[in-house]
């Protein structure tokens, strides 16, 4: 069974961090680009960070040397490092596969506080 899991989400305070993970099954993740991707309310779902099949990564503007998108293959998971929160990051998380198709993860909240 094809399959994202995401965790690690919850609430932090500005200035905080949070890793989330996202646990592959059914797919071998070297194959894929891995992506990370928000929706805060009210918007439409947007992506955030990437890695490719070979392991380049990299993020959009508003995340650059805050997020850090990271995999272990071992373990068949990707990961989204989140430092120095803001509120305007609070949004729900998703995980992304992509090849010939599109899988997406079920997502995860993550909440920002002042």
């Known amino acids: 069974q094809v399959q994202l899991v995401e965790s690690g989400g919850g609430l932090v305070h500005a200035g905080g961090s949070l890793t989330l993970s996202c646990a592959a099954s059914?797919?071998?993740?070297?194959?894929?680009?891995m992506g990370w991707y928000r929706q805060r309310p009210g918007n439409q779902r947007a992506l955030v960070a990437w890695?490719?099949?070979?392991?380049?990564?990299a993020g959009v503007d508003s995340v650059k040397g805050r997020f850090t998108i990271s995999r272990a293959i071992d373990k068949n998971m990707v990961f989204l490092h989140m430092n120095n929160l803001q509120p305007e990051d609070t949004a729900v998380y998703y995980c992304?596969?992509?090849?010939?198709?599109?899988?997406w993860g079920q997502g995860t909240q993550v909440t920002v506080s002042l």
């Open positions: 992304n596969a992509v090849e010939r198709n599109s899988i």
């Open positions: 059914g797919i071998n993740i070297r194959l894929y680009t």
């Open positions: 890695m490719t099949a070979a392991g380049t990564n």
